[in-house]
């Protein structure tokens, strides 16, 4: 099973701000089957990013995500308020797909 | 629109079983993938398994074999899923997802029902 780690556990940051979050796998993900999910209390996840850089349809440009490997990152370059909330990585190549445990994104 | 929408509440007591529904439209049913994915109070996600509408052939993550069973029912577009000897920690909310693209079962989770609580209590 690949475990994924995702660092800061909670990052406090201001509107306008960028946000920086990691992602690391415990073995290399499979052709880059990396997806970030935003996740608002009292809701379902939200698909950001699929295939580690591609952003999933109607999401802004303001959210990217790069790496490949073991080592993935999600960049959100400008905090709007609405983007503070939960974040999850998730490897979606081999079987268990798996989830990162979460970075919380709150207002400093 | 695409949509998933899933059967309501639950509350069960250890031991028991429950069955959950996720009812799809908007789209040919039998092209995606359907995958199930729960998360505890103030957990994570964790995904259980997945079923391919079109032949009913499923992928259990391992922690759930032998107490989780996911069905189809392809003339009403609903997938089912049925976990059974309930403990208190299967307290969670239950999702249905469906992948992004039609041609695999190896994608990210683009359309997610809406959440199915299971309480388990005694």
């Known amino acids: 099973e690949i475990v994924l780690t995702q660092s800061p556990g909670t990052l406090s940051l201001s509107p306008g701000e960028r946000a920086t979050l990691s992602c690391r796998a415990s073995q290399s993900v499979s052709s880059s089957y990396l997806a970030w999910y935003q996740q608002k209390s009292g809701q379902a996840p939200r698909l950001l990013i699929y295939g580690a850089s591609s952003r999933a349809t109607g999401i802004p440009d303001r959210f990217s995500g790069s790496g490949s490997g073991t080592d993935f990152t999600l960049t959100i370059s400008r905090l709007e308020p609405e983007d503070f909330a939960v974040y999850y990585c998730?490897?979606?190549?081999?079987?268990?797909?798996?989830f990162g445990q979460g970075t919380k994104v709150e207002i400093k | 629109q695409v949509q998933l929408v899933q059967s309501g509440a639950e509350v069960k007591k250890p031991g028991a079983s429950v069955k959950i529904s996720c009812k799809a439209s908007g789209y040919t049913f039998t092209t995606f993938h359907m995958h199930w994915v729960r998360q505890a109070p103030g957990q994570g996600l964790e995904w259980m398994g997945i079923i391919s509408p079109s032949d009913g052939s499923i992928s259990y993550a391992q922690k759930f074999q032998g107490r989780v069973s996911m069905t189809r029912d392809t003339s009403t577009s609903t997938v089912y899923m049925d976990l059974s000897s309930l403990r208190f920690e299967d307290t969670a909310v239950y999702y249905c997802?469906?992948?992004?693209?039609?041609?695999?079962?190896?994608?990210?989770?683009?359309?997610w029902g809406q959440g199915t609580i299971v309480t388990v209590s005694s």
């Open positions: 998730q490897q979606y190549g081999n079987s268990p797909r798996t």
């Open positions: 997802a469906r992948g992004r693209d039609s041609s695999t079962s190896w994608d990210a989770f683009e359309i």
